[in-house]
């Protein structure tokens, strides 16, 4: 099984190959195109990239985050949810990276098989990273009215969220 899965790249550019030439496709100029394409579209997302990864160290170096848990402490202590896993919560929307590297320490403090562990293991796959999406994919070509996107992708990752807590409890 891990000789098919080491080649299943090798045997797909294969098949795209021998189907280029059975085709006649001048496959060389076609990846020129191809690459030509590529820059352009690096060109439209970067100011895009720039301005979100400017806009979420601001947020992360501003301490706003560290106000609003210390509102939110006694709420999740009354409802018994660890207090640790609020961090990723509420980062999860805003940027991919950030929660990684906070399921990174909760793995690291807590180990993957605990509660904490689990339940921020199944936020990450339950949520998405909404104004990531939001800023790259609409910005990057030019929607500027995003209408209920945000308020869908914010409520979807609240309905991923409270899932994540209610199936780890139930199953872990």
Same mark, same amino acid.
């Given at each position: ?17 021998? #189907?280029?030439?059975?085709?006649? %496709?001048?496959? #060389?100029?076609? @990846? ?38 210390? @509102?939110?402490?006694? @709420? ?45 293991? %199944? ?13 790259? #994919?609409?910005?990057? %070509? ?5 209408? #209920? ?24």
């Amino acid at each position: 099984m891990t000789i098919l899965s080491n080649l299943m790249i090798p045997l797909i550019i294969l098949y795209i190959l021998l #189907y280029a030439c059975y085709k006649n %496709v001048d496959l #060389y100029d076609k @990846f020129l195109e191809g690459a030509k394409e590529s820059i352009d579209i690096i060109l439209k997302m970067f100011p895009c990239m720039l301005a979100m990864i400017f806009s979420i160290n601001i947020f992360l170096n501003s301490n706003f985050l560290s106000i609003i848990l210390s @509102f939110l402490k006694p @709420f999740f202590e009354m409802i018994a949810l660890p207090f640790d896993v609020i961090p990723m919560m509420i980062m999860r929307p805003i940027s991919g990276s950030s929660t990684i590297a906070i399921l990174n320490n909760l793995l690291s403090q807590f180990g993957p098989d605990s509660f904490i562990g689990r339940l921020g293991s %199944v936020i990450q796959g339950s949520t998405d990273t909404t104004l990531y999406v939001l800023t790259l #994919y609409f910005g990057s %070509v030019g929607i500027k009215k995003i209408r #209920y996107s945000l308020w869908v992708g914010l409520a979807a990752d609240i309905i991923g969220i409270i899932c994540a807590i209610i199936v780890t409890h139930l199953l872990f």
